[in-house]
Nanobody, 120 residues
Framework: VQLQASGGGLVQAGDSLRLSCVASGLTTSNYAMAWIRQAPGKEREFVSGISWSGSATFYARFVEDRFTISRDDTKNTAYLQMNGLKPEDTAVYYC??????????????WGQGTQVTVSS
């Protein structure tokens, strides 16, 4: 199983980015998918998750309606649309998949991460 995250970059505060996570070696329609981030010197934290059916989505409180998670199982891909980025959103963003949607870090497979840097 491989998860390839992409779409990160260096942006200014208030800008937008769209992260993508392409999975191979599994059928994503059978799994919940999530985004987790890790800022420098901090522990990994849950950002957002979407159930296997797409009917349920979770967001961390700090997202404050700025991010939207979605999935396209025809492409084995999950997305995270991030608007209104803030410097505190700077982190490596990881995608993960698991059998159940979890509000923490309990996922079975993890990608390598994509760097998001937001300048003030």
């Amino acid at each position: 199983v491989q998860l390839q995250a992409s779409g990160g970059g260096l942006v200014q505060a208030g800008d937008s980015l769209r992260l993508s996570c392409v999975a191979s070696g599994l059928t994503t329609s059978n799994y919940a998918m999530a985004w987790i981030r890790q800022a420098p010197g901090k522990e990994r934290e849950f950002v957002s998750g979407i159930s296997w059916s797409g009917s349920a989505t979770f967001y961390a409180r700090f997202v404050e309606d700025r991010f939207t998670i979605s999935r396209d199982d025809t492409k084995n891909t999950a997305y995270l649309q991030m608007n209104g980025l803030k410097p505190e959103d700077t982190a490596v963003y990881y995608c993960a998949v698991g059998e159940a949607l979890d509000y923490g870090l309990n996922y079975d497979y993890w990608g390598q991460g994509t760097q998001v840097t937001v300048s003030s």
